[in-house]
C-alpha cells in the first residue's frame, strides 16, 4: 500500500503563485512515477503533468505548460507542483497519484487539495 497526502491548496488571486505537495509514503517503489491531475466542478479529472521518480524527466498538460512545474525531493519522498501566472480556469481540486513502473494505470490516489483562483 501506498499513501498520499497533498498540502498547499488555498485562495490566490489571478497571477499569484502556489506550490502543492504531496508526500509518499509506505511500500513505495525504488522507481515510479507520479501525476498530477485536476478537476474543476463539474468538469471531467484533467491530467496536469507528472514526474518520473528516478530520473526526474516530467511531462505537461498543455494547458499548465510553462507555468507548472513539478519537482521531487527524494530525502523526504515528496513531490511539488508550482505554479504560477494562475488563472481563475485553475480553480479545481488537485490531486497526485501513483504508478508504478510498466502499470497502465494509477494505483493510488491522494485526498486532494483545492485550489482556488479569484480574479
Known amino acids: 500500500q501506498v499513501q498520499l497526502v497533498e498540502s498547499g491548496g488555498g485562495l490566490v488571486q489571478a497571477g499569484g503563485s502556489l506550490r502543492l505537495s504531496c508526500a509518499a509514503s509506505?511500500?513505495?517503489?525504488?522507481?515510479?512515477?507520479m501525476g498530477w491531475f485536476r478537476q474543476a466542478p463539474g468538469k471531467d479529472r484533467e491530467f496536469v503533468g507528472f514526474?518520473?521518480?528516478?530520473?526526474?524527466?516530467?511531462g505537461y498538460a498543455d494547458s499548465v505548460k510553462g507555468r507548472f512545474t513539478i519537482s521531487r525531493d527524494n530525502a523526504k519522498n515528496t513531490v511539488y507542483l508550482q505554479s504560477h501566472s494562475l488563472k481563475p480556469e485553475d480553480t479545481a481540486v488537485y490531486y497526485c497519484?501513483?504508478?508504478?513502473?510498466?502499470?497502465?494505470?494509477?494505483?493510488?490516489w491522494g485526498q486532494g487539495t483545492q485550489v482556488t483562483v479569484s480574479s
Open positions: 497519484a501513483y504508478r508504478r513502473i510498466g502499470a497502465a494505470g494509477y494505483d493510488y
Open positions: 509506505g511500500r513505495t517503489a525504488s522507481s515510479y512515477t
Open positions: 514526474i518520473h521518480w528516478s530520473g526526474g524527466s516530467t
